[in-house]
């Protein structure tokens, strides 16, 4: 559909659902008033008119960035208007955050770059901020002294991420997310660039199954496995970036700040999920002691960050002497480290159970000298091995390659981790029929659990093919698809070929 016919569309939608005559102030109580398709129509089309607007917007800012370079001085586009960077400008124009017009600039000119229609050699703002680490310089204009014979510039590897937001297959933000979860490939070499290219292309395809959240540990997993080298690397930056600070502020309030390393998080995350399961929608089949225990942590009237706070006094306090059970219940805070290994033995990546989090080879065989492993044999696919028929409830083992391969929750856009979540048997289980079969199991939330069992909804699946969700009343069915992390690590995506390098002088 032609760019103006799209909005004018979004906007004869907008008229039918509003009138011709209505106020902006008159939109809460007009709203209220519509039924659930009305109000679904109206955020749908409100949705695609601020996607097709917002691209025009991202256009905009790359070309005002690549007319606002050093070299242009104070006769830059923005330096002429008053403002020291391109980014400053955009802001000013459109009233948005300052990470937001660097955002919208650095798109900008990543769509120019694969277009190839200016200069774009304006690069990111000098005042990026600490989370532009992706380091793009973008310069996409030819050389002033060429010639007409000059070849074509070779498309950039992130040109189909620009194609596909101009397409309206993902979002902006999507592909924000994808370019710099992806990151600079580690060579100039064709075989790199088409590498990143086709971890894009996946990525693209998986953006409409996926939140954003899940794009980026998606797009920074497989960089990890294209440069695995580099991922040790960023792991030992992290690493070496970690902090602790107190201080007191005007108010003579003690106030930290942590930046964690990925082992410090992940250790984190895993005692603060154990000890406060029950208040963020954790499983329901516990014994009675844990569910006695779980039914005062919800009543309890501090909230969780102050559940939060306290239990990590209590653990400093306790040290080394604390009793696992008293501190966490019958399940022990602990990292689980997923790593997968092809047919030869070699790893190809790994990552953290919960949440899904990349850890270099180096960090996982410290995880293994102290704790040892569990192996899971799984097909091409991340299908793990029928471990057990004969009981009701899933086996320790059994949950554990669930957990491999459904990564937690397996409801569209939930992203709760599996240690919150519970094994759910897509067939009804009877004494002579019905089986507990990994491949007919699957991991749900506890909220999940619940609306399937009593919204109506049920999960289908054929053989070993995807698991598919049937909503009530006969609405298409969804496809459930695992976790991001596991998607990428079945993908087929390799690193491009070491080449020879110099060793440092």
């Keep these: 559909m032609a760019l103006l016919t799209d909005i004018q569309h979004q906007v004869d939608a907008l008229r039918y659902l509003f009138g011709m005559d209505a106020e902006a102030s008159e939109l809460p109580s007009r709203m209220s008033a519509f039924g659930a398709d009305e109000l679904m129509d109206a955020v749908t089309a409100a949705s695609e008119l601020m996607r097709v607007v917002e691209t025009i917007s991202i256009v905009g800012a790359g070309i005002t960035a690549a007319r606002s370079s050093r070299e242009a001085g ?11 960077t391109p980014a400053g400008l955009v802001q000013d124009i459109s009233g948005i955050s300052h990470a937001e017009a660097q955002r919208r600039v650095r798109l900008g000119l990543s769509l120019l770059e694969a277009d190839g229609a200016e200069d774009g050699g304006a690069g990111p703002d000098d005042d990026a901020g600490p989370d ?21 510039a070779k ?22 997310t994808i370019l710099r979860g992806l990151g600079q490939p580690i060579g100039d070499d064709e075989d790199t660039h088409a590498a990143w290219s086709a971890a894009a292309e996946q990525l693209i395809e998986e953006a409409a199954q996926r939140t954003v959240e899940e794009l980026r540990i998606q797009a920074r997993a497989i960089r990890d496995q294209l ?31 942590i930046d964690f390393e990925d082992d410090g998080a992940a250790w984190i995350r895993t005692i603060r999920d154990a000890a406060l399961r029950p208040r963020r929608g954790g499983p329901r089949f516990v014994d009675s002691t844990e569910a006695e225990q779980a039914r005062d942590l919800t009543a309890d009237a501090r909230t969780n960050d102050q559940l939060s706070y306290d239990l ?12 696992a059970a008293e ?20 790893a190809t990546s790994a990552r953290t159970e919960d949440y899904g989090l990349s850890l270099p080879f180096t960090a996982v065989d410290q995880h293994i ?33 669930l957990a491999i391969r459904d990564g937690g929750c397996r409801w569209k856009g939930c992203d709760r981790p599996a240690s919150y979540c519970e094994a759910h048997h897509i067939d009804e289980w009877h004494a002579d029929q019905g089986r507990t079969d990994i491949d007919r199991g699957i991991l749900l939330c506890r909220y999940h659990h619940v609306q399937l069992h009593h919204g109506g909804w049920r999960i289908s699946r054929a053989g070993r093919d995807d698991f598919m969700l049937h909503p009530p009343g006969g609405s298409p069915p969804i496809t459930l698809r695992p976790r991001a992390a596991l998607v990428a690590a079945w993908a ?4 491009p070929p070491k080449r020879f390098r110099p060793d440092a002088a």
Excluded: K
């Design 132 to 152: 532009d680490d992706a380091g793009f310089v973008f310069s996409t204009g030819a050389d002033d002294e060429g010639s007409q014979d000059a070849p074509p």
């Design 369 to 401: 000298c102290e704790t040892g492993t569990v192996a899971v044999t799984v097909d091409t696919f991340g299908n793990p091995l029928d471990v057990g028929r004969e009981q009701r409830c899933f086996t320790p083992r059994q949950r554990i390659a």
């Design 327 to 346: 501190v966490f219940g019958t399940r022990q805070a602990g990292v689980r480290i997923v790593q997968v290994m092809d047919a030869a033995g070699d």
């Design 492 to 495: 087929g995506i390799d690193p």
């Design 155 to 176: 498309l950039p590897w992130h040109a189909v991420l620009s194609a596909a937001m101009l397409q309206g297959r993902i979002s902006p933000t999507q592909q924000d």
């Design 312 to 323: 990590l006094i209590d653990m400093l306090r306790a040290g080394a002497l604390a009793e």
């Design 74 to 84: 104070q006769d830059g586009f923005a330096q002429s208007r008053g403002h020291r």
């Design 227 to 257: 440069d695995p080298d580099g991922a040790e690397r960023r792991f030992t930056e992290r690493y070496e970036r970690r902090s602790f600070r107190i201080w007191t502020d005007a108010d003579g309030i003690e106030r930290g700040h």
